[in-house]
């Protein structure tokens, strides 16, 4: 990488006063300085060396010279009708301190490209990488990739804004998927093109970015933000050097799981909770080609025994797309998980489902479904939906190989509390409290509770279950009501007590309670 004019300008408007003349060629290499204050001399094969006149005289000698092109006039003040000159630097200083002072320029450039190399070529992590690049930028950088996740980004100078998508979700302008201006606009010129200039987000800021090569199928976007001052000509070679080296490190890091790029990124992003606004989910989606329908669905499928291996996942995903209405498939977290979104009429039906569990018993696999969730998606909740129908359907319904979360939705409460640590937290209290007696004269009433809740209340068939009289019986749930605090003629205590005691046997796989 070499140095361009626009570059040197950059540099060398920090110490004096200058402008570009009629000779500036913003991509001009500049690659070193020529201090002629009297006379011009040099050949062809100096094209692209800076040569530092301090005459109008000298200028006029150079009209024809290729080298022309790398010409800064030095004066004190500026000649009448000079228009030859790259570059006019309005100084008293001698021209060999000035021919010094660009040499410095052109060196802290070379050095700069040299280290930014360096760092990739070492290992650097794109986040090092990116600081590296604001040292010399000044403005806050952000690498993105197609859908505008964010791979890494300036973390000494950030800008608080949230891209294209608002902070406040139920801002009018952004109630439907894609209509942040700009963001579309922006995405699909980085989809043709390999750099935007000027670019202005929806909240005024302006920025400039480059995008890298193709890498499996995506790419990278390096933004420079403007903030600190204004994106020059200069940083846009700067920028795009930084985006070169960007692609290599992604070329050689990003892998498959959490490091991935594209839609499987963003899906991954929206499973672990890291984009919840589901307005910028859809549009994210819609940036990478998948849009959002009226209805959406996630089914996680796994291995009955063992994991499933990469090279089998790619044939499932290819099998499943083929035969069933499965917009993507991924591999998250050692399983494969489908995502579908569609219309009312135009999902699984009842006729795919039964197909679909057939081709998983086949496969030796099982798989949850999670509840059919209208837009905007919560993407997050479904995922995890999905998980616990897995969870669940293996421990209450084991011969089955594809379980709907509406199907286990009363056990669910039991797998957060198991999950949590604290599985007391679904019971009902009685039962606790009567557990406390046991050692005690009262232990039976422990027995009486379940027998009754077994029965749905039924007290003369809990009287012959416990081989006692209804008299007995009746004294012992008057001991249970004043200790407990509890109306056991209350059918809605009775369904509590019967559902805590089911998910405790749910919960320590010991059938179904009773």
């Given at each position: 990488?070499?140095?361009?004019?626009?570059?040197?300008?950059?540099?060398?408007?920090?110490?004096?006063?200058?402008?570009?003349?009629?000779?500036?060629?913003?991509?001009?290499?500049?690659?070193?300085?020529?201090?002629?204050p009297?006379?011009?001399c040099g050949s062809a094969e100096e094209f692209g060396a800076l040569h530092v006149v301090s005459s109008e005289e000298t200028l006029r000698g150079m009209r024809d010279a290729p080298q022309s092109h790398g010409t800064i006039l030095v004066s004190p003040v500026r000649p009448p009708h000079v228009s030859l000159y790259a570059l006019h630097i309005v100084t008293a200083d001698p021209i060999e301190e000035v021919a010094s002072a660009i040499e410095v320029v052109l060196y802290r450039y070379r050095l700069w490209f040299h280290d930014v190399a360096n760092a990739v070529l070492t290992g650097a992590s794109l986040d090092a990488l990116v600081e590296h690049a604001h040292s010399l930028l000044g403005n806050p950088i952000i690498v993105l990739d197609r859908a505008l996740r964010v791979a890494a980004r300036t973390k000494s100078d950030t800008m608080n804004d949230d891209m294209w998508n608002p902070l406040d979700h139920h801002s009018e302008m952004f109630m439907k998927p894609m209509e942040a201006p700009g963001f579309a606009e922006f995405l699909s010129i980085m989809s043709q093109a390999h750099a935007v200039s000027d670019f202005r987000m929806f909240n005024g800021v302006q920025l400039a970015a480059c995008r890298t090569y193709e890498i499996e199928g995506d790419f990278l976007v390096v933004c420079l933000v403007q903030k600190n001052r204004p994106i020059t000509d200069g940083d846009w070679g700067l920028l795009a050097f930084v985006a070169e080296m960007v692609g290599i490190v992604a070329k050689t890091s990003v892998s498959l799981g959490e490091e991935e790029i594209g839609l499987n990124g963003l899906l991954i992003d929206g499973f672990t909770g890291r984009i919840t606004n589901p307005i910028e989910l859809a549009n994210r989606f819609g940036a990478v080609g998948l849009k959002i329908k009226e209805f959406n669905r996630i089914i996680v499928v796994t291995a009955l025994t063992g994991s499933l291996n990469e090279r089998r996942v790619h044939r499932l995903i290819k099998d499943i797309k083929v035969n069933y209405p499965i917009d993507h498939g991924l591999v998250f977290n050692g399983d494969?998980?489908?995502?579908?979104?569609?219309?009312?009429?135009?999902?699984?039906?009842?006729?795919?489902?039964?197909?679909?569990?057939?081709?998983?018993?086949?496969?030796?696999?099982?798989?949850?479904?999670?509840?059919e969730s209208p837009s905007p998606i919560q993407l997050q909740e479904m995922y995890q939906c999905a998980c616990y129908a897995v969870r669940i359907g293996q421990k209450a319904f084991p011969d089955t190989p594809l379980v709907f979360f509406d199907d286990c939705r009363d056990r669910y409460l039991a797998e957060i509390c198991a999950e949590e640590g604290?599985?007391?937290?679904?019971?009902?209290?009685?039962?606790a409290?009567?557990?406390?007696?046991?050692?005690?004269g009262k232990a039976p009433l422990s027995d009486v509770l379940r027998s009754l809740a077994r029965n749905w209340?039924?007290?003369?068939q809990t009287a012959r279950d416990l081989y006692i009289q209804?008299?007995?019986?009746?004294?012992?749930?008057?001991?249970?009501?004043s200790f407990c605090g509890v109306d056991l003629s209350d059918a809605k205590e009775i369904s509590h007590i019967r559902r805590s005691y089911a998910l405790e046997a749910y919960v320590l796989k010991s059938g179904d309670g009773f």
């Open positions: 990488m070499q140095t361009t004019m626009a570059m040197l300008f950059d540099g060398i408007k920090e110490r004096y006063a200058c402008e570009k003349g009629a000779c500036y060629v913003a991509d001009m290499p500049v690659s070193s300085v020529g201090c002629h009297s006379s011009i494969l998980v489908l995502f579908s979104t569609y219309e009312d009429k135009h999902g699984m039906n009842g006729s795919d489902y039964r197909k679909f569990e057939r081709f998983l018993a086949q496969q030796g696999l099982v798989a949850g479904v999670s509840e604290n599985p007391d937290l679904f019971m009902h209290p009685a039962i409290k009567l557990r406390a007696l046991q050692g005690t209340g039924n007290r003369t209804r008299n007995t019986l009746r004294t012992r749930i008057r001991e249970i009501e």
